[in-house]
């Protein structure tokens, strides 16, 4: 079963814009990933935030966690058309091997 | 460099095929996992495993069976392939029991049963 929504299922955004994805999730969590797909690929992998953790910078990412709210939000900063793609979170929780419940995503288009 | 892949990037079958996806890492990771991916559905998953010869039952693992000969392939087996089972396939892998590392994913096998 899906464990939470993504908000907003598809955004478009001009360069240079800054691009804001939320997640939420239900239950509780080890950690929350978030991955990037491009379209027909594989996933890849962008950052992960603990669940002690209240906000993690990668480069022109940021992603917050609150887990009062259960909600997730990752900020693409200065965006880019090369940022095209969709953008999913996924969440760990208890002792689960790693394995990952996904939202449904939401699909970035960023225009030159 | 790390590295999933997987034998296919497309694969066309029949119904009623057996049909065989294998998966191979090189990160001496112990978990692996086969999603599929589907629009409007997300990711779901099927089977994992955390060991050689272990499995465990993912989200929707009708229809579907696995295989964990060795540490490095997980093999995702369609016994009978049905059309419903036309969709993107996605093996990944991780390490640890809690699984804290990031996850690394293969490109994908879009597979179409006709």
């Known amino acids: 079963s899906q464990q939470g929504e993504e908000d907003p299922q598809a955004l478009s955004i001009q360069e240079g814009e800054n691009a804001t994805m939320n997640c939420s999730y239900k239950?509780?969590?080890?950690?929350l990933q978030w991955y990037r797909q491009n379209s027909g690929r594989g996933l890849v992998h962008l950052i992960l935030i603990r669940s002690n953790e209240r906000e993690k910078h990668s480069g022109r990412l940021r992603v917050t966690l609150d887990t009062s709210k259960k909600s997730s939000s990752l900020l693409i900063t200065a965006s880019r058309a090369a940022d095209t793609a969709s953008y999913f979170c996924a969440t760990i929780g208890g002792t689960s091997y790693g394995k990952l419940t996904f939202g449904q995503g939401t699909i970035l288009t960023v225009h030159p | 460099d790390v590295k999933v892949t997987q034998s296919s990037r497309y694969l066309v079958k029949r119904t009623g095929e057996k049909v065989f996806l294998e998966c191979v890492q090189d990160?001496?990771?112990?978990?692996m996992f086969w999603y599929r991916q589907d629009p409007g559905l997300g990711l779901r998953l099927i089977y994992f495993?955390?060991?050689?010869?272990?499995?465990e039952k993912g989200d929707i693992p009708e229809g579907y069976s696995v295989s964990r000969e060795k540490k490095e392939r997980f093999s995702l087996i369609l016994e009978s392939a049905s059309t419903n089972q036309t969709s993107m396939y996605l093996c990944a892998s991780t390490s640890g029991v809690v699984g804290t590392d990031t996850q690394y994913f293969g490109p994908g096998t879009r597979l179409t049963v006709l």
């Open positions: 239950t509780s969590i080890n950690n």
């Open positions: 990160m001496d990771h112990e978990n």
């Open positions: 495993s955390y060991d050689v010869k272990m499995k």
